[in-house]
């Protein structure tokens, strides 16, 4: 559940969310961010997909046979997003297609979560529309 200060803090400008980064420390790394993390001290910034809800596994075994090493990363069902330690991508596509209000809740924790581990922008699926998050007091054309 978003903390109060979290859902107030949160505000909207041009579609974009712009979110506070969540105060606790991950406890270990998230699935597949040690390729992530190898590619960006290679010096590239991967087109990185990260998987949650059904079948985020399958998916993203498939992403990864198909575009390589540091393309996807996951988000368990079992794991809280903010219980991980996410590679500090300059942007990252959130396919997780679940869509009811608890499930939008989740999905801002995940991008308060990556937020705090650097990500400067994440787009989250949440039909009809996205999420699009930045850090608070991150400019739009950053």
Known sequence: MISARSRDAATERVGVVHLPALGVVGRRQA??????????RDGYEPNTYLFAGDQCWDRAIKRRMQFGLGCALVLPEDCPPEDLIWPPLRAVIVAWPHFSSCARAMKLRLAQALIRDGVRYAAVEHAPDWILARPE?????D
């Open 137 to 141: 007091g991150a400019r739009t054309d």
């Open 31 to 40: 699935p597949y961010s040690g390729e992530v993390r190898a590619v960006l």
